[in-house]
């Protein structure tokens, strides 16, 4: 992606829909700001018509002073800003401050939880202001522009602006990279009890009482009968709910002595619950059902796919506490961390429910996991 961002905001700048008529204005702004990888009269006629593409243009005086351009992909949640451009002449008004926050605005809009570019390696100005605006790079192309230079990757997580996340409730992150069971399940036990004070040793305690593979296999599986059983233990009140009988994960591991630990640790797991009466159904919540427990006060332990959110194919538990129209309010554990191994900032997102419903996804077998929590019994 090409960027010439500015500075500072100008009431004067308005940032509208293109009309036909910008077409040869976009274009000579095109060639004024780049020098390779410009884009034709006919390419901006055809974004302008499309429906994977949306033009923001910024109008200054009348004059097109600046215009960005994000594409969009059928069934998915991730929009690319494609291009981004200032006219040299209304530099410093903060017109690319305004077009990027507008084509966020238009990504949100067509529920798209993450937005993706890409930028020159050699243009520091541009490289800064994406890393102020929450950018995070996660990837290079080599020789990517005409001229072979290469391109950083960044990526930054979109957010609506819904009340339920001003109100979130305790975001508690985990301590390593097999935790985030554990770390959910004290995100759950804080909800039922405000007063619950930090526990470093907790998470710990949490991981022994409900996982059931080795350390050494990879994943720290906590399977949904471990999680429930756990918290049931604890005094709270769960219900798990998963579209298949297990054992679970076994694909994660190679031994088949760890595989044998894992049936029998989960075969134990699910005695357990039964015996505490934990509910226990055989299928998967669906959208409805998943909204009413919300809205009955519950809040739900969900395994995803850690390849939608860590960029490895591992199983994954985040913490769902409840939902703004069709948007699922999430805690994800895995936060970046600090050198004191705290949470650089709290990983809560807004997911719509049609990406929220692929991630919950997880391996081959599609298997659908969700350990519902209320803070006591169904009446």
């Not at 959910?184 to 059931?212: I, N, V, Y």
């Not at 797991?269 to 505490?276: G, I, N, P, V, Y």
């Not at 509910?279 to 006060?297: Q, V």
Request: aromatic share 10%.
């Amino acid at each position: 992606m090409r960027t010439n961002l500015a500075h500072s905001p100008d009431p004067e700048v308005r940032i509208r829909s293109p009309e036909p008529g910008d077409i040869d204005a976009l274009r000579a702004l095109e060639m004024r700001v780049f020098t390779s990888d410009r884009m034709s009269r006919r390419s901006f006629r055809t974004f302008l018509r499309s429906r994977h593409a949306e033009i923001l243009v910024a109008d200054l005086g009348g004059q097109v002073a600046g215009y960005a351009l994000v594409r969009f992909r059928l069934h998915s949640a991730t929009a690319r800003l494609y291009s981004i451009a200032v006219s040299p002449d209304a530099r410093r008004r903060g017109i690319g401050p305004l077009l990027l926050q507008a084509a966020e605005d238009a990504a949100v809009s067509r529920e798209c939880v993450l937005m993706r570019l890409e930028v020159r390696d050699d243009n520091a100005r541009a490289i800064e202001r994406y890393r102020k605006a929450g950018y995070r790079q996660f990837g290079q192309f080599a020789n990517y522009y005409e001229d072979y230079s290469d391109a950083l990757r960044f990526e930054k997580r979109l957010q609506p602006k819904l009340e339920g996340l001003r109100n979130a409730p305790r975001y508690i992150h985990q301590t390593t990279d097999f935790t985030c069971g554990p770390a959910c399940m004290m995100m759950a036990l804080a909800w039922a009890k405000p007063q619950l004070k930090h526990d470093p040793g907790l998470e710990f305690r949490l991981w022994r009482e409900s996982t059931m593979i080795y350390m050494t296999a990879g994943h720290g599986g906590c399977g949904p009968s471990g999680l429930a059983v756990a918290l049931k233990r604890r005094g709270l009140y769960p219900e798990i709910h998963v579209n298949k009988p297990g054992p679970y994960f076994l694909d994660t591991v190679r031994s088949e002595t760890k595989r044998r630990v894992m049936r029998l640790s989960q075969a134990d797991f699910l005695r357990d619950a039964k015996e505490l009466g934990v509910p226990y159904h055989l299928a998967p919540l669906s959208e409805s059902a998943l909204m009413r427990a919300f809205d009955s006060g519950a809040v739900a332990m969900v395994l995803v796919s850690g390849y939608q959110l860590l960029r490895r194919r591992v199983p994954h538990w985040v913490f769902a506490f409840g939902h703004e129209g069709r948007y699922v309010l999430v805690h994800d554990p895995a936060a970046d961390r600090d050198d004191q191994d705290s949470a650089i900032a709290a990983e809560t997102y807004a997911v719509p429910w049609s990406e929220f419903n692929r991630m919950s996804s997880f391996g081959p077998d599609h298997l659908r996991a969700t350990v519902l929590v209320r803070k006591g019994p169904v009446p």
